[in-house]
Structures are given as structure tokens and as C-alpha cells.
């Protein structure tokens, strides 16, 4: 089986930048589409971005113009580059991968999850 990494997150000022990395074992990410989820508690975890085959890319409202997801299939890696975070985007991240069919942005159409890193942002 595969199974999900993920790194990167920290405590960081507004305005500042942070980049998350999943990385995947077990299996070649490129047979997989991905996507990165958050979480803070008592809330539902939210959708925040997503790569799919053929390499199209797709963003909540809130981090559109800010995140940026990419692959890396060299590493069998994928990122999440954030530029000028927000408190608001203070959370629990997930990489999550889908072999099947579903929408992007539905945590029920994700077959394997990471185990989350956390990224603080202060005011």
C-alpha cells in the first residue's frame, strides 16, 4: 500500500510563506490525483486544492491566488507552495490521494490520507 508524509508546516508571521510536501511510498504519486485538505477543531475539514490528470489544477476561493499545488514526479512528491498566509488559515493540513473516480473537492472521494502537519499563523 501506499502511505502519505507530510512536512513542512511551522509557526510563521501574516504575510509569510510556508511549503508542504507529501511524500508517498509504496507507489508512484502519478498513478494517483491529489489533493490538500485542512482542519481546525470542531470544524470540518475543508478542501483547499487539488491536481488531477492531465496536470489540471483547482483552489478553494479563500487560498486562490495565494496556494499553489504542484507535482513532482521525480521525488513522487507533491507541494503546497503558500504565499502570504492569513490566521485564518491556521489548521491541521492533509495530503490525500484518490485512484478512483469522485470530485476533487469531496474528502469522501480520497482512498488515502497523510497523518497532517500543523501550520500556525500569527497575527
Known amino acids: 500500500q501506499v502511505h502519505l508524509v507530510e512536512s513542512g508546516g511551522g509557526l510563521v508571521q501574516a504575510g509569510g510563506s510556508l511549503r508542504l510536501s507529501c511524500a508517498a511510498s509504496?507507489?508512484?504519486?502519478?498513478?494517483?490525483?491529489m489533493g490538500w485538505f485542512r482542519q481546525i477543531p470542531g470544524k470540518e475539514r475543508q478542501f483547499v486544492a487539488a491536481?488531477?490528470?492531465?496536470?489540471?489544477?483547482y483552489y478553494a476561493d479563500s487560498v486562490k491566488g495565494r496556494f499553489t499545488i504542484s507535482g513532482d514526479n521525480a521525488q513522487n512528491t507533491v507541494a503546497l507552495q503558500m504565499n502570504s498566509l492569513k490566521p485564518e488559515d491556521t489548521a491541521v493540513y492533509y495530503c490525500a490521494a484518490r485512484s478512483g473516480s469522485g470530485a476533487y473537492d469531496y474528502t469522501s472521494s480520497y482512498d488515502i490520507w497523510g497523518q497532517g502537519t500543523q501550520v500556525t499563523v500569527s497575527p
Open positions: 491536481i488531477t490528470w492531465p496536470g489540471f489544477c
Open positions: 509504496g507507489r508512484t504519486l502519478s498513478t494517483f490525483n
